[in-house]
């Protein structure tokens, strides 16, 4: 798990709070995109940080979790 992973684990409530849903892009362990998309959200964030793959991830919703325990 690098550095960027780190930063979604801490982070993760307030992710699902905020993001819900959504995709969001870690890069240098800060958020550098939000959208609906995959595909979309790398695009921004690799032109945030050309030489570095982001960390990517759809945020679920709270009701995706409660089927999970």
Do not use: I
């Not at 801490?10 to 939000?34: D, I, P, R």
């Not at 998309?37 to 919703?61: F, I, T, Y």
């Amino acid at each position: 798990m690098d550095k960027d992973d780190l930063w979604v684990v801490e982070h993760f409530s307030e992710l699902v709070t905020q993001y819900a849903g959504k995709y969001v892009a870690v890069v240098n362990e800060t958020l550098v995109a939000v959208g609906d998309s995959g595909k979309e959200v790398e695009d921004k964030a690799r032109q945030v940080e050309p030489n570095k793959m982001p960390s990517v991830l759809r945020v679920p919703r709270e009701e995706d979790m409660a089927c999970l325990l």
